[in-house]
Nanobody
Framework: QLQLVESGGGLVQPGGSLTLSCEVSGFSPHYYGIGWFRQAPGKEREGVSCISKSGGTYYADSVKPRFTISRDNDKNTVYLQMTSLKPEDTAIYYC????????????????????WGEGTQVTVFR
């Protein structure tokens, strides 16, 4: 079973940058990638980015080209580098494991993911 732990959230002014980390531990035969999601107060959880097991990267239109997903296999960690942050990026950010098929990484739909972390708060304020 996989365990995911997010870190790196914080307060930042518009135009600033943050890098989130998702540390992955454990094992699962149903692991096809890692996705980042976010949920703002009163809104549904939305997919932000995904990196597939084979290294394909995918992004929601709202974060292109400001966000970059990457991974360090030696550290078992997936990163989400966020630049040019906007107040509308304010949310709790979660990482999760893609558990269905690798091709679903491009859709970044919450229903295809499991082993959710607890989340890390990102606040972009003026």
């Amino acid at each position: 079973q996989l365990q995911l732990v997010e870190s790196g959230g914080g307060l930042v002014q518009p135009g600033g940058s943050l890098t989130l980390s998702c540390e992955v531990s454990g094992f699962s035969p149903h692991y096809y990638g890692i996705g980042w999601f976010r949920q703002a107060p009163g809104k549904e959880r939305e997919g932000v980015s995904c990196i597939s097991k084979s290294g394909g990267t995918y992004y929601a239109d709202s974060v292109k080209p400001r966000f970059t997903i990457s991974r360090d296999n030696d550290k078992n960690t997936v990163y989400l580098q966020m630049t040019s942050l906007k107040p509308e990026d304010t949310a709790i950010y979660y990482c999760a494991a893609l558990e269905t098929v690798e091709s679903m990484c491009s859709w970044i739909l919450p229903a295809d993911f499991g082993a959710w972390g607890e989340g890390t708060q990102v606040t972009v304020f003026r």
